[in-house]
Structure formats: structure tokens, C-alpha cells
């Protein structure tokens, strides 16, 4: 399991880089993903590279199918309506608040084949994938959040 790292930490601030086509069927990059996504199933339901201290641009995102990985994801369509949503963060742990997030999006990533894909979100899988691909270009959901509602010490 991976150690998720948690605001302030730096690392978090920082733009992600590409991932090369080539990298993403090296053993080495194959375990990463798998070590995410038993990250993420174990704590949440969706996780991005630079939270687990690595700054690519990966997230694992839990789909209606399952979790996935989607690797360079891209947001290039948006509905043009947007709701309020309750959002926590695995690194900001104890603090929850209001985000206000397309309803719907469409995204393009290469999937762990290093296949192109193109995913069609709405609901709750929509602001995940603005949620953590916000993370990939070091904005954190506090950023965003219109009312915060909840912060606990941890």
C-alpha cells in the first residue's frame, strides 16, 4: 500500500508530467498502477499520481464498471450545467465541503493497455474525474470549495 501524502505537502502544488506511451507497459509502471488502485480501494474512491508522491499524470477513478486507471487524462468537453456537491479529500483528511462541478464531462486518457479511451461521466464519476485531475495540475478541492461544511481534527 502507498503512503498518501497530505496538504501541505509541496508536492502536491506541482503540475504533473506525462506519462510516455512507451513507460506505461513496463513492469515497473504496471505495479504502480496496482499498488493505486489497492491504495484507493482501500481508503477512497479515486486517487491521482502526485498524492501517492508521484508526479505523473495518473489517476485511478472509481468507474460504474470498477476501478480503473486512466493515464494523461483530459477533460475536452463539459456540460454547460453545474452542481453543488459535498467533497472530501484523502489529503486533506478531516475537512469536507461544497464544490461546485460540471454535471457531466468527457474524457480522453490512454487506459493501462496503453489504449486510447474516451470516457462519457456523469453524476458522482463526473467529479471525480474533475477532482482528480485537478490534483495532476496541483489544485487541491479547498481550492474550489464554495462552503466549507466539516473540519475534524485528525
Known sequence: MLTILTDPNPNLRQVAKPVEPAEILKLGFQKFLDEMLET?????????GPQVGVSKRVIIVQTKSGPEAFINPKIFSTSLLRSDGEEGCLSVPGVWGIVKRFKKVKVKALNRKGEKV?????GLESVIFQHEIDHLDGVLFIDKVERLLKIEKM
Do not use: P, R, T
Not at 484507493?40 to 491521482?48: C, E, N, S, T
Not at 474516451?118 to 456523469?122: F, L
Open 40 to 48: 484507493m480501494a482501500d481508503k477512497g474512491v479515486g486517487l491521482a
Open 118 to 122: 474516451v470516457i462519457k461521466a456523469s
